[in-house]
């Protein structure tokens, strides 16, 4: 233990001024303590890629707490906790058996086959808004483009009308501060009145698909049984909402963090519209360089080793999953973006049984966006600065003004 370490660690988890550029730090805390065990709460603090990788990956020793959600992040001292009833946790806070069961049900209502199948709607829905952005000249592209895209195509994955995204969006921004490391009393409360008004509005939604279903996942999730060991009422009302509010957030960061990235690096701009076949890998790149989730967090069951150092029982452990994408032992010159890289290491959705559910859909999301935006504009411009949202652990652009021009 170090008490600069730690000053150097409460700064990453707590000052909005390192939001925009975190990496500085990460690189100094993993050439320092690449595996570090803070003085000021229980907790370990990994920033090289392959002790995340290995600690995501190991359920046996490694998992959420049982006995008191307060979650792995809110280590920050005066921080407050969160507590979950077990009706209200979602599958993202459980361990196996109950996590097993969870998912396995979920993942038949979110097949590949639903998500490729959601591609021509894609498009349609990236151009409408990219009409607008065309007549505006200067616009927020997060208010333009990256919020209103990613929140309608879970809107309709989910079967939630359009007409109440608007209602809904700031009710989930409530939810998901919780998820930062240093939430308030005042975000607590917020978000736990904000999470009884969501659970009010999906059993409405829910009664009206029971009376008449549609093809979207509520509807299946309502008729999904595994066994016959059916979902409980609460359980679907809070796999829904984690579905929801993990579809719009993290994809709206991801789309803000590559206009943002491309528009740092016009070189890299112009290799990828003048290659075409570079645009997936172009987002497996951003989302490697610019995580759209920066945190994730786990906790200890035994005493385990993690490259070299004991974990003790019963710790905390935090994966600064930026930094772990910027490991020079993984990525050559990690800071260096490059829409060209070969074979990227990405730790951007997690690993091993919590793998992002919807990883397959933010990257089709991603691509659609790139290639509309090159279809549709030979000109992109940074008009202001962008200015962050203060969250780290789903860290994003709160505002990006730009021009686009044909
Ligand atoms: C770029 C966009 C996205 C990023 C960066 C992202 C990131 C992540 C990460 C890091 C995890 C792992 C959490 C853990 O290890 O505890 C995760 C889990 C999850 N994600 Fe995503 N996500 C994105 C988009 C989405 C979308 C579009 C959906 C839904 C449609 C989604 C649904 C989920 C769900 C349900 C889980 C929990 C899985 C489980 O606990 O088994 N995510 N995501």
Same mark, same amino acid.
């Given at each position: 233990?170090?008490?600069e370490?730690?000053?150097l660690?409460?700064?990453?988890?707590?000052?909005?001024?390192?939001?925009?550029d975190?990496?500085?730090?990460?690189?100094?805390?993993?050439?320092?303590?690449?595996?570090?065990?803070?003085?000021?709460?229980n907790?370990?603090?990994?920033?090289?890629?392959d002790?995340a990788?290995?600690v995501?990956?190991?359920?046996?020793?490694?998992?959420?707490r049982?006995?008191?959600?307060?979650?792995?992040?809110?280590?920050v001292?005066?921080a407050?906790s969160?507590?979950?009833?077990?009706?209200?946790?979602?599958?993202?806070?459980?361990?196996p058996?109950?996590?097993?069961?969870?998912?396995?049900?979920?993942?038949?209502?979110?097949t590949?086959?639903r998500v490729?199948?959601l591609?021509?709607?894609?498009?349609?829905?990236?151009?409408?808004?990219?009409?607008?952005?065309?007549?505006?000249?200067?616009?927020?592209?997060?208010e333009?483009?990256?919020?209103p895209?990613p929140?309608?195509?879970?809107?309709?994955l989910?079967?939630?009308?359009?007409?109440?995204?608007d209602?809904?969006?700031? &009710?989930?921004?409530?939810?998901?501060?919780? #998820?930062?490391p240093? =939430?308030? %009393?005042?975000?607590v409360? +917020? /978000?736990?009145? $904000?999470?009884?008004?969501?659970?009010?509005?999906?059993?409405d939604?829910?009664?009206?698909?029971?009376?008449?279903p549609?093809?979207?996942?509520?509807?299946t999730?309502?008729?999904?049984?595994?066994d016959?060991?059916?979902l409980?009422?609460?359980?679907?009302v809070?796999?829904?909402?984690?579905i929801?509010?993990?579809?719009?957030?993290?994809?709206?960061? &991801?789309?803000?963090?590559?206009?943002?990235t #491309?528009?740092?690096? =016009?070189d %890299?701009?112009?290799r990828? +519209? /003048?290659?075409? $076949?570079?645009?997936?890998?172009?987002?497996?790149?951003?989302?490697?360089f610019?995580?759209?989730?920066?945190?994730?967090?786990?906790?200890?069951?035994?005493?385990?080793?993690?490259?070299?150092?004991?974990?003790?029982?019963?710790?905390?452990?935090?994966?600064?999953?930026?930094?772990?994408?910027?490991?020079?032992?993984?990525v050559?010159?990690?800071?260096r973006?490059?829409?060209?890289?070969?074979?990227?290491?990405?730790?951007?959705?997690?690993?091993?049984?919590?793998?992002?559910?919807?990883? $397959?859909?933010?990257?089709?999301?991603?691509?659609?966006?790139?290639?509309?935006?090159?279809?549709?504009?030979?000109?992109?411009e940074?008009?202001?600065?962008t200015?962050?949202?203060?969250?780290?652990?789903?860290?994003?652009?709160?505002?990006?003004?730009?021009?686009?021009a044909?």
């Amino acid at each position: 233990m170090s008490e600069e370490l730690d000053a150097l660690i409460l700064r990453i988890l707590t000052d909005p001024a390192v939001v925009p550029d975190p990496y500085p730090l990460y690189h100094r805390l993993r050439s320092e303590a690449p595996v570090y065990e803070v003085g000021f709460g229980n907790a370990v603090v990994l920033s090289r890629y392959d002790d995340a990788r290995a600690v995501l990956r190991n359920s046996t020793d490694f998992g959420n707490r049982e006995d008191d959600d307060a979650g792995p992040n809110r280590l920050v001292p005066g921080a407050a906790s969160v507590q979950r009833d077990r009706e209200s946790r979602s599958m993202l806070f459980m361990n196996p058996p109950d996590h097993t069961r969870l998912r396995g049900l979920v993942s038949r209502g979110f097949t590949p086959r639903r998500v490729e199948a959601l591609r021509p709607h894609v498009v349609e829905l990236t151009d409408e808004l990219l009409d607008a952005v065309a007549d505006e000249g200067e616009v927020n592209l997060v208010e333009a483009l990256a919020f209103p895209l990613p929140a309608n195509v879970i809107s309709e994955l989910v079967g939630v009308p359009r007409a109440d995204r608007d209602w809904l969006r700031p &009710l989930v921004a409530d939810l998901t501060a919780t #998820l930062e490391p240093n =939430p308030s %009393e005042e975000d607590v409360a +917020r /978000a736990t009145a $904000s999470g009884t008004k969501v659970r009010e509005y999906i059993l409405d939604l829910m009664a009206e698909r029971r009376r008449e279903p549609r093809d979207d996942l509520l509807s299946t999730l309502i008729s999904a049984s595994d066994d016959g060991d059916r979902l409980s009422e609460a359980e679907v009302v809070t796999m829904t909402l984690l579905i929801y509010a993990a579809g719009f957030e993290t994809t709206t960061n &991801l789309i803000g963090n590559m206009v943002h990235t #491309l528009l740092d690096h =016009p070189d %890299e701009l112009a290799r990828v +519209r /003048a290659d075409r $076949s570079l645009v997936p890998n172009t987002v497996e790149e951003v989302l490697r360089f610019q995580p759209p989730v920066q945190i994730d967090g786990r906790y200890t069951f035994h005493d385990t080793e993690v490259g070299g150092h004991l974990i003790r029982a019963r710790q905390s452990v935090l994966t600064f999953l930026g930094a772990a994408n910027r490991d020079p032992a993984v990525v050559d010159d990690p800071d260096r973006f490059d829409v060209t890289r070969p074979e990227i290491p990405l730790l951007s959705f997690g690993s091993g049984i919590h793998y992002c559910l919807g990883a $397959s859909l933010a990257r089709l999301e991603g691509q659609v966006v790139l290639e509309r935006l090159l279809t549709r504009f030979g000109r992109w411009e940074r008009a202001s600065e962008t200015v962050w949202k203060p969250r780290l652990t789903l860290r994003g652009p709160g505002v990006l003004p730009v021009r686009f021009a044909a």
